[in-house]
């Protein structure tokens, strides 16, 4: 059966509040994410002017989790302008700590589905997009709900320059096999690797995540791809 049929593309499946929020992250997500939250009402014709100094390199993570990979980044890189889409409220709200404590004003969030971003980009948008850590959904039924799929590389594609990178950090051997198949039989990304340590090494000035460090301490390694955009 195609990838596309019988769901519904970018849909949610997980979880989108855990335990409540404490009394400075509830005012956080009433005072500081309206600052900072996409609009998706209409089309993001000029994306790059939702920041201070138009910045040309625009990168989106997909799920930040707590958001410790994204504000780190975005810290290290403040000519640079970042998106961020994470459906789960507490981790929208520990990234809003961070940036209110780093002062980071060139993050733009999504809280919400990643697909309803990438739809609302112009084309040649992007010149980056982390995936990192995504929900494996390991039972075989339930796999069709895992972020990659052919036609999210397409969507993907539409919105990411030629030469951009595309990231892909995984400690769950299936979901690894399974985006590398996906993206080698794709027409728009390469796969540059020539060696084990290119995918066994992490990317350059890596913060690393609180998944990964979970997967280490539990003996899992990390696979870390990186596709290019034709």
């Known amino acids: 059966m195609s990838e596309t049929i019988g769901r519904r593309e970018s849909a949610f499946f997980g979880r989108r509040k855990g335990k409540a929020l404490r009394a400075h992250q509830a005012g956080l997500m009433e005072t500081l994410l309206p600052t900072v939250q996409v609009d998706l009402s209409a089309p993001l014709s000029d994306p790059a002017a939702l920041f201070p100094g138009h910045p040309a390199d625009l990168r989106l993570e997909v799920g930040f989790g707590g958001g410790e990979h994204l504000a780190a980044d975005a810290s290290a890189h403040p000519e640079r302008g970042y998106f961020g889409c994470e459906p789960f409220v507490n981790g929208v709200a520990k990234l809003m700590a961070q940036v209110e404590t780093r002062d980071l004003r060139n993050i733009r969030v999504h809280p919400g589905d990643a697909g309803e971003l990438i739809d609302a980009l112009p084309d040649a948008s992007l010149s980056g997009v982390c995936i990192l850590y995504p929900d494996p959904w390991p039972k075989r039924r339930h796999r069709e709900r895992r972020f990659v799929s ?71 390694r990390p696979v870390y791809l990186t596709f290019i955009r034709r």
């Open 150 to 220: 052919d036609q999210m590389l397409s969507r993907l594609a539409r919105v990411m320059r030629s030469g951009a990178e595309l990231r892909f950090a995984s400690d769950i051997d299936d979901y690894v096999g399974w985006t590398l198949a996906r993206a080698l039989r794709s027409p728009d990304f390469l796969w540059p690797a020539t060696a084990e340590s290119d995918w066994l090494t992490p990317y350059p000035d890596w913060p690393g995540t609180r998944y990964e460090a979970k997967a280490l301490r539990e003996g899992r």
